[in-house]
């Protein structure tokens, strides 16, 4: 029985206007369509995604819709490799590396979200901005200027952003103005990394941390000629966390 009261003062329901093809696949090349930031358009990717498979498969790009999740986007169509059309066709979407510690970040907040699904009850994760800095410090020197290194995270935070794996939350209350920054997880991290690339997390981390304090030794013997530049500061080729081509995708928007 519904509950709704028609009242003369109520505003009549307004009928969702149709989407078009090319509206979905722009608002798809634009970034992630997100269930809950818009059911209409949702709703309507649901309905048409047969026919959006179609339209950017022309482009060399596949759709990925996880309904359970409530997200839905674009990833390039695996590369081939014989020497076919496919093959040889131009990435729409650039394919880059992450640095180190973004890359590490990110693995970090899938972990985060591991451990949150296992809890159950909420279904959005949110952190503080010194709950990041947290996860991330055991991983960066050791350093007397706490401002400092809290600047280092808020950089990787903003790129982290920037990806689209975490979404700033506005201020709960005008009475807080210094609060804490909130940031709330986006659950597509999960597409970026599985669960069977995550179950070798630690044995990557224990041997970046290995490599890392061999460096800090070498680097208090040895003169800094420049200021520490964080981006500058990864590990080499063998140690990072993901290649170049990884298969859980996590490189720039890919």
Same mark, same amino acid.
């Given at each position: ?78 590369? $081939?490799?014989?020497? #076919?059309?496919?093959? &040889?066709?131009?990435? +729409?979407?650039?394919? /880059? %590396? =992450? ?51 809290? $600047?280092?995270?808020? #950089?990787?935070?903003? &790129?982290?952003?920037? +990806?689209?794996?975490? /979404? %700033? =939350? ?85």
């Amino acid at each position: 029985m519904s509950q709704t009261l028609n009242t003369a003062d109520a505003a009549p329901a307004q009928p969702s206007l149709p989407v078009s093809l090319s509206t979905l696949a722009i608002t798809l090349l634009k970034g992630v369509i997100y269930r809950e930031e818009d059911e209409g358009l949702w709703g309507h990717l649901l309905h048409l995604q047969n026919q959006v498979r179609d339209y950017v498969s022309v482009l060399g790009l596949m759709l990925i819709i996880d309904p359970a999740e409530g997200y839905a986007y674009l990833r390039s169509v695996p590369e $081939a490799e014989d020497d #076919t059309i496919a093959a &040889r066709m131009p990435r +729409l979407i650039a394919r /880059r %590396p =992450l640095s180190f510690h973004v890359s590490l970040l990110l693995a970090l907040l899938r972990r985060q979200l591991v451990r949150f699904d296992a809890i159950g009850g909420e279904t959005r994760l949110i952190l503080s901005r010194d709950d990041i800095a947290s996860l991330l410090q055991t991983f960066l020197p050791e350093s007397s200027n706490e401002v400092r290194q809290l $600047a280092q995270i808020e #950089t990787y935070i903003r &790129r982290v952003i920037d +990806l689209g794996f975490l /979404r %700033p =939350l506005p201020s709960t209350s005008a009475e807080t103005p210094n609060a804490q920054p909130q940031y709330e997880v986006r659950r597509i991290l999960k597409a970026y990394i599985d669960a069977e690339w995550l179950a070798t997390l630690d044995e990557r981390l224990e041997a970046y941390l290995t490599h890392a304090r061999t460096l800090e030794q070498t680097e208090a013997m040895t003169p800094r000629a420049a200021p520490y530049d964080p981006e500058e500061q990864d590990p080499e080729p063998d140690l990072q966390l993901f290649s170049d081509h990884a298969p859980t995708g996590l490189t720039d928007r890919d």
